[in-house]
C-alpha cells in the first residue's frame, strides 16, 4: 500500500475537482456526530460506496489524519503473512483459532509463529500503519508503537475483498473467512474488531468491514475512545456501527 486508499482516490480526482469545483466522491456528514455523542464516545466513522465511488465520512480531520493502535485488527495482516508462508497451512490451523485467553494472547501467540524479522519485512514492505514494531517481542502485544489511520484500514478492507493485496488470492480468501460474521436473506456485515488504548490511557475499539445487500458491497470502518474506562468498546463500537447504517438504508436488502 504505497499510498493510503483514500489519498490515492483524492490524488486521481484531483484535476476533476480542480476544474469542476465540486467533491462529489465525498459526503462529510458531521450530523453521525449524534451517534457519539448518545454512546458517550468520541471517534470517526467513514463509509466507501464501491458501486458509486462515494465516501461518507464523520470527523475528517481523525479519518485522515490520526492513527491509533490496531489492536486485534492487525490480526488481520499477521493472517495473511502467516497462511502466504506456510506458518498456518488454511483456515483450521490452531494458530488462526480464537485464544480462550483473549484477543491480545493469541495475536502475540500468532506473532510469535511468524518471527519478529518475518513480521517487520511485511509491514516495513506494505507500508502498513507508521510501521513501528520497535516494542515487540515475544511476550507483548506485536503491534507495540505501531498506529494506522481510519483512512488506511478502509483501504485495505476494501483490498482484502477484491483480491488485491499482495497476497495469494488463496491466502485473502482464507482470511476474509476469518472475520466473524451475521447474515440473514437481506444483509450480510462482515467485521474485525480491536481495542486498545490512546495516549490518554483510554480504551479505544475498531471496527472494520464491509456490508453485503444484492452483492453489493459498502466498506466501513470506526475508530473510537470512551472515557469509561470500564466499557466494552468493541461491543459498543459495533452497536454505533449498526445505529449509523440502519438510518442509511442498510439491512433492509434494498442496497
Known sequence: MPKSFFAILLTAAAPILLTSCSTNNVTVDNS??????????????????????????????????SAYPPGATFDVLQALIAVQTGVAANENSPLLQPDSAGAEAGSIRLAAAIGKDSLKKWVDSLRYGNKDISEYTDSTHPAGRLAITADEQLGLVKKLYFDQLPFFQRTQKIVRGLFQKEENSNYRIVYKTGEGKNAAGQPTAWIIGWEEENKHPYFFVLNMDSANAQSNVSTLGLQLVKNILGPMGFFAGKK
Open 32 to 65: 453521525l456526530q449524534k451517534y457519539f455523542d448518545s454512546a458517550g464516545v468520541k471517534g470517526t466513522f467513514g463509509l466507501y460506496d464501491n458501486g458509486q465511488g462515494h465516501f461518507t465520512i464523520y470527523n475528517l480531520n481523525r479519518f485522515r489524519d
